[in-house]
């Protein structure tokens, strides 16, 4: 079983008898009845995408999904296409069922990436916790802005936009958490 506390981005479980994969955390809001989860969740069987409002103490069953370990080998348009490490078959994922975690990968990198199957059905990925990644574009830094909680837009290399220090400037380096986007600091060159 599955509480609502322990779902993220490309976790599979059963609603309403239908299963659904999180393709994005919308946030969180507390009101007087608690806690409330807000999701994109596409559904597995159909493919349909829609929001759900989860309560934080539901309780889900979790999805039987069969992963396979890969590499992201080229883009095709809106098209990932992944190598099997094992069987060298290629494996082809749309944008939209890659979710947020589109944004995190490129096919320069040398992550690990597990896709998801549903009935042999590649459904969704699970990236690494953290990923490093090059800022491409941002407003410059301010002498004097290197610590705080302020935080303004940047641009990554592979186009998606994610909020980071006043501090970061354009070619900087940076570790992303993929599960909610956030900045996690800037990397440390090998």
Same mark, same amino acid.
């Given at each position: 079983?599955?509480?609502?506390?322990?779902?993220?981005?490309? +976790?599979?479980?059963?609603?309403?008898?239908?299963?659904?994969?999180?393709? #994005?955390?919308?946030?969180?809001?507390? /009101?007087?009845? /608690?806690?409330?989860?807000?999701?994109?969740?596409?559904?597995?069987?159909?493919?349909?995408?829609?929001?759900?409002?989860? %309560?934080?103490?539901?309780?889900?069953?979790?999805?039987?999904?069969?992963?396979?370990?890969?590499?992201?080998?080229?883009?095709? /348009?809106?098209?990932?296409?992944?190598? %099997?490490?094992?069987?060298?078959?290629?494996?082809?994922?749309?944008?939209?069922?890659?979710?947020?975690?589109?944004?995190?990968?490129?096919?320069?990198? %040398?992550? =690990?990436? +597990?896709?998801?199957?549903?009935?042999?059905?590649?459904?969704?990925?699970?990236?690494?916790?953290?990923?490093? #990644?090059?800022?491409?574009?941002?407003?410059? !830094?301010?002498?004097? =802005?290197?610590? !705080? $909680?302020?935080?303004?837009?940047?641009?990554?290399?592979? /186009?998606?936009?994610? $909020?980071?220090?006043?501090?970061?400037?354009? %070619? =900087? #380096?940076?570790?992303?958490?993929?599960?909610?986007?956030?900045?996690?600091?800037?990397?440390?060159?090998?």
């Amino acid at each position: 079983m599955l509480t609502t506390n322990e779902i993220r981005v490309g +976790t599979a479980f059963m609603f309403e008898g239908a299963p659904f994969i999180v393709q #994005r955390m919308l946030g969180q809001k507390s /009101g007087r009845a /608690g806690m409330v989860t807000k999701l994109r969740v596409k559904n597995i069987v159909t493919g349909g995408t829609q929001d759900l409002g989860l %309560d934080a103490g539901e309780k889900f069953d979790e999805v039987d999904l069969e992963e396979k370990v890969v590499k992201l080998s080229y883009l095709d /348009g809106d098209t990932f296409h992944f190598m %099997d490490q094992e069987t060298y078959d290629d494996i082809a994922l749309e944008k939209e069922d890659l979710g947020d975690n589109f944004g995190y990968i490129s096919p320069d990198d %040398d992550y =690990d990436v +597990t896709i998801t199957f549903y009935e042999g059905k590649a459904v969704g990925v699970k990236l690494p916790i953290q990923v490093t #990644r090059v800022i491409t574009y941002c407003e410059p !830094g301010v002498k004097g =802005d290197t610590s !705080g $909680k302020s935080l303004k837009p940047a641009t990554l290399d592979t /186009g998606v936009e994610v $909020k980071v220090p006043l501090f970061c400037n354009t %070619d =900087d #380096r940076i570790v992303i958490d993929t599960r909610d986007g956030s900045f996690v600091e800037r990397a440390k060159d090998k």
